[in-house]
């Protein structure tokens, strides 16, 4: 039986709390990349990341699943959402070095509209012409951000579209894991085979950090990236999710806020507009999906 107060006006209002909580956690984890990307190599930092990650989530949730923790039905689509999750977390690693950190989470709003358009194209999802001309305008807007032209332009600057393209086939995957898997589960695997992974290469990528501070702020990467991840989990349980995907945008604001604060970084005027495009077609694609 359902129960009546899933989707009570306090449960809603306690999801949004917590989904802005989690955006608020994946900004921060995009402006600490950033800071520490110049000094500390891309697979030092994402194992460092998946480290805590899976130190975290194995304390978490052991003490109270034990072994059920590890039982899962699809041990290779696991592997499959863990490969794209690795893959995400290094391509953003790269970008975050050449994007501000505000233009790159704008740019990473087209995830939803990438969503729709992979799964058009793979799965042969109806899309209507609006939702066709929404995730063009999208792009557009992506566009008007980079400004692929000038001599300040190189081809690092169009990793955010690659990693677009790599978060909508995640989310797509993880989609349909949700319905016989545990989340709990997908966490823990998806944090122990990026953990493996790196482990593997760390010898080829390892490099001496004398400034402890460098070894604390890349251990926050696994912080905010597991508390994130945690906190969004739990926003989708208390809420529907055609009410929380417009609160998504105010990791927009967290993350221009922190790359003003941080690097003193303020937005152009065409950066504000293609902002505001991207924001505008994510937000009518979202209502065109609640109907």
């Not at 300040?152 to 909508?168: C, I």
Request: with cysteine; aromatic share 10%; glycine share 10%.
């Amino acid at each position: 039986m359902t129960n009546p107060d899933t989707h009570s006006p306090k449960r809603t209002a306690l999801g949004i709390a917590l989904l802005v909580c989690a955006t608020l956690c994946f900004a921060l984890l995009d402006t600490t990349s950033q800071y520490v990307g110049p000094a500390v190599p891309v697979v030092m930092a994402v194992w460092l990341r998946y480290l805590t990650q899976t130190l975290m989530t194995t304390a978490l949730l052991w003490p109270q699943r034990g072994r059920t923790l590890l039982h899962t039905r699809a041990p290779g689509w696991q592997f499959g959402r863990g490969v794209l999750m690795l893959g995400s977390s290094v391509v953003a690693y790269l970008a975050l070095r050449h994007v501000p950190v505000g233009e790159f989470t704008a740019i990473m709003m087209l995830v939803p509209l990438a969503v729709t358009l992979l799964a058009a194209l793979m799965l042969r999802e109806p899309v209507s012409a609006l939702t066709w001309a929404l995730v063009i305008g999208g792009l557009a807007g992506a566009m008007v951000v980079i400004r692929p032209k000038g001599s300040d332009f190189h081809g690092a600057m169009l990793l955010p579209l690659l990693l677009v393209l790599v978060n909508a086939a995640y989310q797509i995957l993880t989609s349909r894991m949700v319905r016989t898997e545990d989340p709990g589960t997908m966490h823990f695997y998806t944090g122990l085979l990026g953990l493996a992974c790196c482990s593997l290469l760390l010898p080829w990528g390892w490099a001496p950090m004398a400034d402890w501070t460098l070894w604390a702020l890349a251990g926050l990467l696994g912080v905010f990236g597991s508390v994130g991840h945690y906190l969004l989990i739990q926003a989708y349980h208390h809420a529907p999710a055609s009410r929380l995907t417009p609160y998504l945008y105010a990791q927009i604001a967290f993350a221009t806020l922190a790359g003003w604060v941080v690097f003193g970084y303020a937005p152009d005027v065409w950066t504000v507009v293609g902002i505001a495009l991207i924001a505008l077609c994510g937000w009518l694609g979202v209502r065109l999906r609640r109907g």
